[in-house]
Nanobody, 121 residues
Framework: QVELVESGGGLVQAGGSLRLSCATS????????MGWFRQAPGKEREFVAA????????WYADSVKGRFTISRDNAKYTMYLQMNSLEPEDTGVYYC??????????????WGQGTQVTVSS
């Protein structure tokens, strides 16, 4: 079983930065592609970013390219999302996602409980 725990959300002004973390339990962390999704109020959950098992490839939604950076530290069983130049449209609940042997670009096998990010204008 895999448990994902997000942290690092909060309230920030437009133009500011936040760094989300996703800590993973379980010995099979290295076999998991990891990623982030988000859900704004009244909208469906959407893909934000994903990273391969060893971190050599990354993908981003067009809306966050150039502003967000996904990374992972396999020695610490942790994934990160550095968010810069935040906009009010980035507001939502951010979910950590994991998928066995592939990056979770369209869906995931495991989900975290979510962390709230609020960007004020």
């Amino acid at each position: 079983q895999v448990e994902l725990v997000e942290s690092g959300g909060g309230l920030v002004q437009a133009g500011g930065s936040l760094r989300l973390s996703c800590a993973t339990s379980g010995r099979n962390y290295i076999t998991l592609g990891m990623g982030w999704f988000r859900q704004a109020p009244g909208k469906e959950r959407e893909f934000v970013a994903a990273i391969t098992l060893n971190g050599d490839y990354t993908w981003y939604a067009d809306s966050v390219k150039g502003r967000f950076t996904i990374s992972r530290d396999n020695a610490k069983y942790t994934m990160y999302l550095q968010m810069n130049s935040l906009e009010p449209e980035d507001t939502g609940v951010y979910y950590c996602a994991a998928r066995r042997l592939a990056p979770p670009r369209g869906g995931a096998d495991y989900w975290g409980q979510g962390t709230q990010v609020t960007v004020s204008s």
